[in-house]
Nanobody, 124 residues
Framework: QVQLVESGGGLVQAGGSLRLSCAAS????????MGWFRQAPGKEREFVAG????????VYADSVKGRFTISRDNAKNTLYLQMNSLKPEDTAVYYCAASQAWYISSRPDEFDYWGQGTQVTVSS
């Protein structure tokens, strides 16, 4: 089992940047594929980005491609999401999640562990 704690959310103006972090504890972080999801009020949780166990592969939702970058530091047991050129439609609670699958999934039901989320609000 792994515990996940997100941080780095906040209020930012459109066009600004934020860097989210997700600290993992418990089982070895490097055995998990990792992902970032977000959920806006009244909407379903949606996939944002995913990264393989050794950072060799990354996947992004079309809506964030070219603006967001997912990375991980297995030595520090930490996952990151660098968000640039933020838009009001990026406003949501952002969650990190860990998957025991060997591939990068975009489906929330294929992730085994979740953090509590961190709020990102982008003002226009």
């Amino acid at each position: 089992q792994v515990q996940l704690v997100e941080s780095g959310g906040g209020l930012v103006q459109a066009g600004g940047s934020l860097r989210l972090s997700c600290a993992a504890s418990g089982r070895t972080f490097s055995i998990y594929a990792m992902g970032w999801f977000r959920q806006a009020p009244g909407k379903e949780r949606e996939f944002v980005a995913g990264i393989s166990r050794n950072s060799g592969n990354t996947v992004y939702a079309d809506s964030v491609k070219g603006r967001f970058t997912i990375s991980r530091d297995n030595a520090k047991n930490t996952l990151y999401l660098q968000m640039n050129s933020l838009k009001p439609e990026d406003t949501a609670v952002y969650y990190c999640a860990a998957s025991q699958a060997w591939y990068i999934s975009s489906r929330p039901d294929e992730f085994d562990y979740w953090g509590q989320g961190t709020q990102v609000t982008v003002s226009s």
